[in-house]
């Protein structure tokens, strides 16, 4: 949970929202790119629920599993979410939906990480 | 720019998703402080559940949109706003209160202030919006 996979997939986040943005300024509307980016970013944060569950199935997970599993599946629910609300947008307000997005995915991953290390409730 | 002419189109399909985010972050909280620790704090609790109440509200008639869910709109973002004004005021001045975070206590500080910019954002987009006869 705070290995090398959750900062990949923070900085990947962040590499999408910025993308987004440039595409928000330059007006174009949603198109393959942010899909597979999204895709892809969904991807990888089900492998890291999937360690998340297992590390913590395997009696090392945080003292706080209830809001540890909450934030979990929330996380999960963010990209799915974006790209059905970005995609019946058809203009530049679409990509700026995924960058919202993908700016609350690294949050709730660093908040995963401070339930994890039990630092902050 | 065209005409925005629903709440949940163009830059209003944006200020929709922060209010979704909103309510899941602030719903996901207070559901598990109130099933795992709700004797401890229970006013900042029922208050974590009460914010988290008016994001749904807001994000459902802000994406919804008709002449009723604007005015529902309305009132969720006018509540929202006197929310963050009172607690956080009151967060400051007795803290002894407030023993555990909430959305709102110190004016949102612990959510970037985005708390307190969301209901104006929300209101003045509701202005914007407005029917012209």
């Known amino acids: 949970m705070t290995g090398p996979l959750a900062t990949g997939v923070i900085v990947a986040s962040l590499v999408i929202a910025a993308f987004c943005l440039v595409t928000t300024v330059m007006k174009k509307s949603m198109n393959m790119f942010h899909l597979v980016a999204l895709a892809a970013l969904e991807i990888a944060l089900l492998v890291l629920a ?44 679409g990509p700026a939906v995924i960058m919202v997005a993908c700016l609350a995915v690294p949050v709730m991953i660093a908040r995963l990480q401070q339930i994890w290390q039990g630092t902050g409730v | 720019m065209s005409d925005p002419k629903t709440t949940s189109s163009g830059p209003g399909r944006v200020l929709v998703a922060i209010y979704a985010i909103f309510a899941l972050a602030a719903g996901a909280r207070a559901a598990v402080q109130i ?42 973002c006018s509540l929202e706003l006197a929310g963050v004004l009172v607690i956080g005021t009151l967060s400051l001045l007795d803290p002894a209160a407030f023993p555990d975070e909430t959305v709102w206590s110190t004016y949102g500080k612990g959510y970037l202030f985005i708390p307190l910019v969301l209901p104006v954002a929300g209101l003045l ?9």
Do not use: C, D, M
């Open chain 2, 125 to 133: 987009w509701l202005r914007r919006t407005r029917p012209r006869p």
């Open chain 1, 50 to 93: 999937g360690i998340g569950i297992a590390q913590a199935a395997g009696g090392n997970g945080p003292a706080e599993l209830a809001t540890f599993i909450g934030y979990l599946v929330g996380v999960l629910l963010i990209p799915p979410a974006a790209a059905f609300w970005g995609l019946i947008e058809r203009s530049r307000w």
């Open chain 2, 35 to 76: 099933s795992t620790r709700f004797h401890e704090a229970p006013l900042a609790y029922s208050l974590s559940a009460l914010a988290a109440a008016v994001y749904v509200l807001a994000t459902v008639a802000l994406a919804r949109g008709g002449r009723t869910s604007r005015r529902v709109a309305l009132a969720s």
